[in-house]
């Protein structure tokens, strides 16, 4: 679509009228927005002409990258067809049976059922009620704790914000709500200290088991997870953890909650991370990659244990208007028939994840990058004045990190910080020349970063 007006007064009137979401108002009205018009592949355009590469796929989400005619397509027909109808009060529509079907399909182990959301938010509100009415069908009222992870980010809602453990999130609105209880996340680099990432590894899963018997297992319902922390700075953590964590959730009774919205339909080169690390669980949170961002869509994946329960107890008390939405559905259905026909995920698993694995970690020669590591095609870099002790910068967290964003956005490079790490996630279409790109944009601005670090006297340890 052509753009209606000047790039100023767009950037005006969105200042005017529009509140973004995890945006200081303010900052946004005095630097203006950069305003997207188009996209194709993994390039975005804005309205003033330039393109760039978007190394963040949107938000995590667009997995086959943008310009896909067949979804378009596909929710014109739907829309034609039949544009909406619920799944409330004995009704069901076509998408919502054929896309349930095939994520059963795709889905590890026994999640063979799906409650459908709007969105990954939605989902994990969802699985809050659905972990607790489990329970209490089971004659265990009093199990009702979830147990999540400092850092970890599981949506915006207030239930999932609560889940999440985002301080400055909890900070707004009076969060967390009722029963949720953190523990610390596997985030070596930052907080391992002195201990290898091995030991760190072990130490940090066993203070769930810690809190297991802390708040009394006979008042645990779940322990929910993203299997890499996505938000809070693309954490992988160490080989020892995830195995400790399954055995402590073996020894239990409670459920997992794999929380896949970012890591799922590929992103770490197996259908789900789950799988990459053997993980077992009861619940699993969908959305992001389930539609490439092509329509709004969420999901919860189900056991076949806890689906027995939750439809032998009679109403579930729970649903939104656009749960199974038909055209998201059918849009969905269509991004999941090209992930697969167009060997999409075994691409990023056979080459692609080596390729960048290594391109990526080259970007740790640099002297202000600490640590640069990824699987799959999510991959996070540190950036530190001090490689050898992993020191932080002096500057206030996320100083030198958007000083870097910043010379990325105006080097046509979409990389996001987290604090001082610096993020990417791009389409898993992305090819080999593009990564290129992406890795010499990543190092130029970098690089500029650096001396703009150091003229303005922020190159100190803290
Ligand atoms: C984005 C995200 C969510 C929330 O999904 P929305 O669609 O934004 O509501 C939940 N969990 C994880 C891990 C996410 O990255």
Redesign the pocket.
Known sequence: MKSIDSTENLQRIDAAHHIHPFTDGKQLAEIGTRIITSADGVFLKDSEGNTLLDGMAG??CVAIGYGRKELADVAAQQMLELPYYNTFFQTSHVPAIQLSKRLAELAPGDLNHVFFSG????A?DTNLRLVRHYWAAKGKPNKQIIISRWNA????TVA?ASLGGMKSMHKQGALPIFGIEHINQPDWWSEGGDMTPEEFGLARARELEAKILEVGEENVAAFIA?PIQ??GGVIIPPDSYWPEVQRILNKYEILFIA?E??CGFGRTGEWFATQVYNLKPDVM?I??GLSSGYAPI?GSLISDEVAEVIKNAGDFNHGYTYSAHPVSAAVALENLRILDEEGIVDRVSDTLSSYFAKKWASLSEHPMVGSANSKGLVASLVLTPNKESRAKFASEAGTVGLICRERCFSNNLVMRHVGDRMIVSPPLIITESEIDLLIERAWKSIDEAYEQVKSQGLWNEA
């Open positions: 938000l995590w969105s990954g938010s939605e994990n980010y599981h949506g915006s999932a993203e996505g938000a929380d919205v970012i949170t959305a992001k969420g």
